[in-house]
Nanobody, 119 residues
Framework: QVQLVESGGGLVQPGGSLNLSCSAP????????MGWYRQAPENQRDLVASVTSGGLTDYADSVKGRFTISRDNAKRLMYLQMNSLKPEDTAVYYCNARLVFPSDVDEYWGEGTQVTVSS
């Protein structure tokens, strides 16, 4: 059973910051693309940001310039630094590990951490 463990969610005022972290087993962290997804009530789960094992990053347009994804391979931790938070960033944030094969995709999810942006 692969466990991805998130931490760092909470309640923050608009304009504030939060830093999420996710830990993964070594054999996953070493080769899988790691990412953050979020899901607000009645919405689908959308990609927020991802980082490959080689460090290439990708961001949703809505968070570019505000969020930064990073990974520490030695500690097996992935981070999402979220700045200038807006109420529309409110959602459950999920850690994801994904490896694409020619005819299959292997992926794992964390249980999610709630981020609420409200005054």
């Amino acid at each position: 059973q692969v466990q991805l463990v998130e931490s760092g969610g909470g309640l923050v005022q608009p304009g504030g910051s939060l830093n999420l972290s996710c830990s993964a087993p070594a054999h996953i962290f070493r080769v899988y693309t790691m990412g953050w997804y979020r899901q607000a009530p009645e919405n689908q789960r959308d990609l927020v940001a991802s980082v490959t094992s080689g460090g290439l990053t990708d961001y949703a347009d809505s968070v570019k310039g505000r969020f930064t994804i990073s990974r520490d391979n030695a500690k097996r931790l992935m981070y999402l630094q979220m700045n200038s938070l807006k109420p529309e960033d409110t959602a459950v944030y999920y850690c994801n590990a994904r490896l694409v094969f020619p005819s299959d995709v292997d992926e794992y999810w964390g249980e999610g951490t709630q981020v609420t942006v409200s005054s």
